[in-house]
C-alpha cells in the first residue's frame, strides 16, 4: 500500500479528541462475530494509541441465555429487562465478569495496549439499588446505578483500559443485574466523558425502522425528545440513554452499526462519520 | 474495654512490617465460614490502615465443583490438580473470578479500604504454560506460572487491596486453572514481599499429622528441603510453595490456621506468632 | 497473648483518625512519672504508625520553678500565670526549650518515629503580644498567641513528629512565657485539627471536683458555656481552651486522665472513650 | 470515504515507534514546493499526536543564495560547503534562522502542534569548530558540530516540536555555517534517537544513480561502509551521515524521496516504507 | 576591594523581587556600545542568579536599516513606525531574529545563564493584527499585538532567559513589524510582572528635555494620563507605554538610562534608584 | 549611593556558590557583639537569597559560664574541652538550645529568612559518644560525634535556614557537649558541603601569632599536614577540623576573621578572600 490518506482525514479528528474520553457500549455483533470482535480490539487499542482515552462498557446476552439453559433455570424478560432472582444474578454475573469481560480484556491486551476488567464491585465502582419493571411489577435483582465511583476508572484508565461488566451491587452487598446501555450511560456522565458510542445491530435511527435508507444521521436533544414517545422496541431506551446522556453534560452520543467492519473507527475519524449522532451538528 | 495492651505488643510488629508487601493465600475454612470471612476482610483492612501492603490471592474450590455438579461436568482430581478439559476452566474461572473474587472485594469494600479483583488476565498479570499431572499424564488445561507482570499488581495496590482470583492464559489466550498456592507463592517472589502466608485448614506443619501437640513452630529453609521427600498429603506442596517463596527473596513464609479467629493478625502482630514460618528464626 | 480484640476495636477509630491531626497538651503526671512518660512516647510513635499526625505541645512547670529556685529568683503565680521579668523568662525558655522539648524528643526518637523540637521562634511559628494579669495588672513578659505560622508545622510534620514549647517572641524578639494549655489550643485552631487531647492529672470534668464518680462524659459546646462562670480552679481554662477550640473548627476536645496508662490510646481507640469530650455527641 | 484501513496498517508501527524520537532533515523539493511544504508540515503534527517526538533540523540554500546575490555577496562552493567569509555566514544565519525556521514553524503551528525555533546559540545547543575543506584548504567559518547540549532539546520537546536551523558558534561566539546532514546526525546521536530520516530530492540510493529501479531498499552498516569510497556526489555525504547515526546509536536512518507527498508517513507507518533504509532488517 | 556594601544595600531589594518577573525593554545605547551591551548581559545573568525572572524584549533598528539599505530598500518612518511593504518585513524579521536576537543569546549564555531567543511565531507567541499609522494612512505590514501566548514563556523561563524579538504574524501567517515598547509591554501585562524595565537614551521623563536636571522620579498613572497630550518626541509612547502596563496591573513602570553602565542594577538594587518610575511612591 | 560593582564582582562567586552548601561555624566576637551579630545574620540571609544553602553551627561559652557561675557550679577546662558532670552538661545544653540558638534563629527571621534551631536530639541528628581528655583523663560527659543523620538536614534545609548548636545524646540517650568546632566539621563532611568557614577571633592562620602581617592567606592540605604538629593553642584545632573537613570530601575550609564586618561576605564574594583557606589554590 502507498496511501496514506486515510490518517490525514483522521488527523482533525485524533486532534479533536485528544485526550478526550469516549466511552463505549460494546455488544451484539460486533461481540459476537469473532472476525468483528477482533478488529473490535485493534480499534480500541488504537484509540488509545493516537490520545484517546477509551472506556468499553458490555453486557452478555447470549453468553448468559446459554449457562441459564445448560442450569435448567427460568429464562424471562420484562421489557428488555432480564427477570432475576438470586440464583439467575449469580449465574449472569459469574457469566458476564469470569468469561465475557476476561474474553473481552485478553484481546485488547493481545492487540498491544494492557486492559483492566472491572464490575461494579471493584473500587466500589457502582452502587445499585432495586428497580421495578415498566408496570411496577417485582422483577428481582435488576439495579439501577445510584451512584458511580470514578477513582477507581481514573485510576485504572491513566494506564489501563478499563473494561466494565454492568454488574454492581447494593449497599447491603446483594448483586443485581444491571442494563449495559443504562451501565454505559451512567459511567459517561460520571466522567463528563466527550462522546459516548452504542455499537448496535442497527444501522443508526430510522425514520422508518424497515428502510435502512431513513437513516437520520444527526438530531438534537430537543428532536430527540419530541419523538421518544412515538418510539417503540429496543432504539427508544438507546435514544432515551443518549439523552441522558447529552444532558448530564456528554458532548454526543452516537448509535452506530457494529456490523460494519471498523465502524469505531469510520465514527470517530472519518468526515461523514456513520449512524446517529444526539447533540449539536457539528 | 479499658485495655489497649495489644496495641502496644503489636507496636514493634506495625514498625517492622511498616510500607511491607504481605501476599496472603486465602482459603479453606476462613474463606467458607461467614463470621471467619468477615473476620478476615476486617483484618486485612487493618493492615493496610496500620501501613502494610497487603495483597490476596485465593482459589475457589467447593464453589467450583458444585456449579460443576449442576452443570453434569466430571469432577476428578490428580495429585490435588483439578483434570481439566476447556469447558471445567471455563466455568472454574466463572466461578473464581465471577463469583468468589467478586464476593471477597466486596467484603474488603465494606470494612473501609478499596478492594479490586484482579485475574491473570488483567493487565497481562499471568502468563501460563501447560503443566502435566506428577506422573507425566496429560490433565488438561492445568498451568504453571511462567511470568507474573507486577506492573499492574504495583498500580493497582498504591490505591487499593488487590485481589487476585488464580487463573490464566497463555501465549494464544487459552484460559488454565492455577493453583492458588502455586500462584501466590509466584505473586511473592515477583514482588519481593516481606512475607507469605498460608491461611489453611491445620495448626501448621506437624511432625506427627495427627497430633497437634507436634507443632514446628519455626524451621530453616534446609530443615524443609530435607523432609520434604518424606512428606504427603497437602502439606507437601504446602512446604515446597514455603520453600521456593524463601529461595526467591521472600524473607519469611508460614502456614497458619485459618480455622482460628483473626489468625492473620495474631501471626503479624503478636510476640508468639502462630503456625509454622519458614525462614531465619528471628 | 492470643488476643487481638483490642487491634480489631481499635480499627473503626483508626479509620476514623487516618491523616488526621490530633494536637496533644503534654503535661502533669504523665511529664513526671518516668514510666507513663514511656509510654507517653511509644503512645505518639504508634499514633503516626497508625496513620495519625500527632502534634504534642508542652510546658514544663516543676522543672522551671526548681531552676529558679536553684538561681534565687522569685516565683510568684497569678491566676495561674507566671509573674514574669526579662530574667524569669530566658531561665523558663532555657528550660523548656533546652531541657524538657528535648527529653521529649529523644524519647519519641528512641520509640522509633523522629521527632523534631520547635519552639515559637523557630520558623516563627508564634508571634506573641503582651498580656496582663485577671485583674489587668502587669505580670511582665506573659504573652498571648496573636498568630500561629503554620508553614512551619506542615513542613516538620510531613516527616516528623513536631514536639512543641510554649514559648515565643513579640515582633520587637523579646520572650514571653506562653501558657502552655493556650499554645495547645492556638495550634489545633491554626491547622484546623480533628482532635485536641489534654493529658491533666484529673479524671476530667467532674460536678462535684471532690468525686470523681461526677465526671461529666461529653458535654457540648453551649453546656461549657454556661457552666463556665461558675466553675473555679484549673478547670476553668481547660474547658475555656476546650471551647475554644471547638469554635476555631477543632472536631472535638478531650480533657483525660494523664495518670491513667495509655490514657490517650484509650481516649483514642476504645469505644468507650476516657475523660470530658467536648463537641457534638458521637 | 468509508476506508480505515491506513489507520489499521498503520497500527503496528504507531506501537513501535511510541514516544520515539524521529530526526528529520528536512530539505529539497519538500521545503521548496508549496504544496509539499504544507503536508509536510501536516504529517510532522501527525507524528506528535500519534505519540512520536519528532524533531526537524533544516538548512536553506537557496533563499541563501538568493539574499547573497541581491546583496552582491560571492557564492562558491567546495565540495558541498558553502565558502563562508563572516559577511556570508552573517547573511545565511539570518535567512535561515529569521527567515526559513520561522516559516516551518509557523506552518507547524498552523496545522495545530506548537512548534519552537532553536539555532546552535540558544541554550547553547550548538558548540562548533572550524573546519577545513575536502583537501585541508581555509573554507572559513564552517564548523563542525563538537558538542550538542540535549538539555534545552529535552526541555523544549517536551512540549513543542523542536525545529532546528543548522548554523552554531564556537567558543568565542564566532557563527559558522554548518551543513545540515551534520547537524541532523549530531541531534539524532546525541538523543539516542530511534530513527533519523534524510529528505531527499532521489528516490534513496540508486545501484546506479542513473536507474531509479536499482533502488537499495535495504543496507547494512558493512555494506555502507564498503560501498562508501566507491561513491560520488551528494549520496556519499548522506550515507556517511547514515553510517555514523547507526554506528552512535541511532536504530535505523532513512534516506527517502521528498518529492513524493507524504514520504514520511510512508515510510513510517507502511509496510513496505520507501527510500533505503541503512540498519538491520527487520 | 575589600567592601560588601552593595550586595547588603541590595539584600532588601533581592527580597522583594525574588521570584519576581521583570520584563526589560532592551535597545538603544545599551544594546549598541560594545561595552554596555557586555555589561547589559551579565547584569540579566546576576538579576537571573539572585532569583528574578528577567524577561528581555528587544528591537533592531540600525541593524535593520543597514541591511535595507544595502539592500537598496527604501527606509520611510511614519510618527516612529518603519513603514513596511512585504520585502521590508522580510529583512527587519531576518535581521530582528537572525542576527540581533542570536547576538544578545550568546552573550548571555555567555554569561553564565542559558538563554534561548523568541519571536512571536514560537509556540505562537504573539497573535498580530494590521494597523495603519497615526493618521489612519496605510503603512503596511506593522502590527499591533492582539494576544500573548504566555505558555510558551512560562515554559522556557522556567530553565531559560527568554529573549524575544518583536515581529510576529497575524492569523493568516504574515509577518508584520511590531514595535518593541509596544510588544514589551504587551508581554509585561500577560505575565502579569512585577516590573516593566525600558532602557533608553535619555535620563527618564524630563519637565525640560532639554535640562537633565527636571528629572521627574517618580509619577503617579493619574499624573502622566493628565501630562500625555501635552508631550512630543520618543518620550510620549514610552509614557504610553509605562501607562498601559501599570494600568494593565504591572506594578510599576521605570524609564532608564541605558547609556548609564549597570543602569539595570542601579534601578533595581539601590535606594536611589535611577530614571522615572510610574506607579504609587514606595 | 550609585555603584553596583560589589554586586557584579560578586558575579563569579555567586555563579560558583549556587545551590552550594556553606557551613559556618559561628563564634567568638562575631556572636558577641550586637552589630556584628545583627551583620551575621544579615549576611546568612544574604546567601540563602542568592541560592545558597547556609548551615550554621554555634557554641556558646560565655553564656554557660556565666551560668554556671551563678549556680554556683564549677568551671574546668582541659585541653579547651569543659570538663562536663551530669549537671553542667545540663546547664550548657539549656543555655545553647534554650538561650543562644534561639536568639540567633530569631535574629536570622528578622532579617528576613525563616530559621529553624536543631541540636543533635532533634531527629536523631547527631550519636555521640563518650571521649576522654587529650591525656585519657575522664572528662565526663563530652562526646565525639560519631554519625551525623543527614535526613533532618536536608528536610530542614529544604525551605528553612538550619541553625544547629553543639549538643547532642549517646545511644542511651547521655547528652553530652560536643566541640563546636568538631560538630561543624562532621556537619559539613556528612553533607559533602562545598564550603566550610570558621568564624575566629583572629585574621587567620599567622605563620607568627604575634605579628598579623603573616597571614598564612592559602595551605595545602600537605602543608597543614606538616605543620600541625608543631603548632599550640586554638589554631591547632581549627586547622586540624580543616584538614578533617578537606579529607572528608569538602572543597575548601576557611578560617576568617568574624570581628571583620560583613567577613563572611568579604570571603566569599570577593576576588581577595580574606584569612587562610586551607585547600587548592583557585
Redesign the interface.
Given at each position: 500500500?502507498?496511501?496514506?490518506?486515510?490518517?490525514?482525514?483522521?488527523?482533525?479528528y485524533?486532534?479533536e479528541f485528544?485526550h478526550k474520553t469516549v466511552v463505549i457500549k460494546y455488544g451484539g455483533a460486533a461481540m459476537e462475530d469473532p472476525e468483528l470482535r477482533e478488529e473490535f480490539a485493534?480499534?480500541v487499542?488504537?484509540l488509545k494509541?493516537?490520545?484517546l482515552s477509551p472506556i468499553v462498557v458490555h453486557g452478555g446476552g447470549p453468553d448468559i441465555t446459554a449457562?441459564m439453559e445448560?442450569?435448567g433455570l427460568p429464562v424471562e424478560f420484562v421489557a428488555g429487562l432480564r427477570v432475576s432472582d438470586a440464583d439467575t444474578v449469580?449465574v449472569a454475573?459469574?457469566?458476564?465478569?469470569?468469561?465475557v469481560n476476561?474474553e473481552i480484556?485478553?484481546?485488547i491486551?493481545?492487540?498491544?495496549q494492557?486492559?483492566?476488567?472491572?464490575?461494579g464491585?471493584?473500587?466500589?465502582l457502582f452502587r445499585v439499588s432495586r428497580r421495578s419493571g415498566p408496570g411496577g411489577e417485582d422483577i428481582g435483582f435488576v439495579g439501577r446505578i445510584e451512584r458511580v465511583n470514578v477513582?477507581?476508572l481514573n485510576?485504572?484508565s491513566s494506564?489501563?483500559i478499563p473494561v466494565i461488566a454492568s454488574v454492581g451491587?447494593d449497599r447491603d452487598?446483594h448483586?443485581y443485574n444491571v442494563n449495559a446501555d443504562e451501565a454505559a450511560g451512567a459511567v459517561a456522565r460520571a466522567l463528563g466523558a466527550y462522546k459516548m458510542i452504542f455499537l448496535t445491530d442497527v444501522p443508526g435511527w430510522l425514520a422508518d425502522p424497515q428502510d435502512a435508507s431513513t437513516l437520520i444521521g444527526q438530531a438534537s436533544a430537543e428532536q430527540v425528545t419530541q419523538a421518544l414517545p412515538t418510539l417503540e422496541g429496543g432504539m427508544r431506551p438507546k435514544l432515551q440513554a443518549c439523552l441522558d446522556a447529552i444532558q448530564g453534560g456528554v458532548n454526543s452520543a452516537h448509535i452506530i452499526d457494529g456490523r460494519l467492519p471498523?465502524s469505531l473507527?469510520?465514527e470517530l475519524?472519518?468526515?461523514?462519520g456513520i449512524g446517529t449522532k444526539v447533540g449539536v451538528a457539528s
Amino acid at each position: 500500500m502507498r496511501d496514506v490518506g486515510t490518517l490525514l482525514e483522521a488527523l482533525p479528528y485524533i486532534r479533536e479528541f485528544h485526550h478526550k474520553t469516549v466511552v463505549i457500549k460494546y455488544g451484539g455483533a460486533a461481540m459476537e462475530d469473532p472476525e468483528l470482535r477482533e478488529e473490535f480490539a485493534r480499534d480500541v487499542v488504537l484509540l488509545k494509541y493516537v490520545g484517546l482515552s477509551p472506556i468499553v462498557v458490555h453486557g452478555g446476552g447470549p453468553d448468559i441465555t446459554a449457562y441459564m439453559e445448560r442450569l435448567g433455570l427460568p429464562v424471562e424478560f420484562v421489557a428488555g429487562l432480564r427477570v432475576s432472582d438470586a440464583d439467575t444474578v449469580e449465574v449472569a454475573k459469574m457469566v458476564l465478569v469470569g468469561k465475557v469481560n476476561k474474553e473481552i480484556v485478553m484481546r485488547i491486551n493481545r492487540h498491544g495496549q494492557p486492559a483492566v476488567g472491572l464490575c461494579g464491585d471493584d473500587g466500589s465502582l457502582f452502587r445499585v439499588s432495586r428497580r421495578s419493571g415498566p408496570g411496577g411489577e417485582d422483577i428481582g435483582f435488576v439495579g439501577r446505578i445510584e451512584r458511580v465511583n470514578v477513582d477507581v476508572l481514573n485510576h485504572v484508565s491513566s494506564d489501563y483500559i478499563p473494561v466494565i461488566a454492568s454488574v454492581g451491587a447494593d449497599r447491603d452487598g446483594h448483586s443485581y443485574n444491571v442494563n449495559a446501555d443504562e451501565a454505559a450511560g451512567a459511567v459517561a456522565r460520571a466522567l463528563g466523558a466527550y462522546k459516548m458510542i452504542f455499537l448496535t445491530d442497527v444501522p443508526g435511527w430510522l425514520a422508518d425502522p424497515q428502510d435502512a435508507s431513513t437513516l437520520i444521521g444527526q438530531a438534537s436533544a430537543e428532536q430527540v425528545t419530541q419523538a421518544l414517545p412515538t418510539l417503540e422496541g429496543g432504539m427508544r431506551p438507546k435514544l432515551q440513554a443518549c439523552l441522558d446522556a447529552i444532558q448530564g453534560g456528554v458532548n454526543s452520543a452516537h448509535i452506530i452499526d457494529g456490523r460494519l467492519p471498523h465502524s469505531l473507527l469510520l465514527e470517530l475519524f472519518t468526515d461523514a462519520g456513520i449512524g446517529t449522532k444526539v447533540g449539536v451538528a457539528s
